[in-house]
């Protein structure tokens, strides 16, 4: 359950990690999702649990000359979030988690992206998860091949500062308040 929220995290995140300025060598790039994880990590009475958000799509424009340009933009579907778990993945769409009925999508949004070393970004902006938004920051690698982009970054996110996990759910009693979300994105570029 708490998975979700970091899965949609995650998803949000990486997609962003991949945006940049627009520049004579900005570029757009699209996230190509049969190539891509949107990871998390979380904690249920103690037994670590990993899950993932199967539905997600994002787009990024990032130059690495000029980072402080770009921008990213990602969105999770919250009820393909799975854990392998039946009795997790049949709460995680429900009320008390992401409310998908109500709240479909969760979303990621990179106002910019910084250097902070060789090869190494980060993508500040939004996580949106129920209709609350929330900054974040998030540090990734990134290598470029071609046309080809690869991201892999991590996260920590306390899951009630989003609203996932509500009434029992909404302590650590049960289920750990802090979730990671894990983002390994290849994207390839649609745009000069």
Known sequence: MMYRSLGLAAALL????IAAPISAYAATWTIDTAKSTLGFTGSQSGTPFNGKFGKFSGTIVFDPANP????????????SAATGDQ???GAMPGSDWFAADKFPTAEFKAA??????TGTYEADGTLTIRGMTKPIALPFTLAITGDTA????????????YGVGQGAWASAQYVALE?????????EKTAP
């Open 150 to 161: 690869t991201a892999k970054g991590k996260v920590q996110l306390i899951r009630t500062n």
């Open 112 to 117: 910019s992206f910084k250097a902070i070393g």
């Open 179 to 187: 979730v990671a979300v894990n983002v390994d994105i290849t994207a």
């Open 87 to 89: 009795q997790k993945d």
């Open 68 to 79: 402080g340009a770009g921008h990213a933009d990602v969105i999770i579907q919250t009820a």
């Open 14 to 17: 990486v997609g962003a990690s």
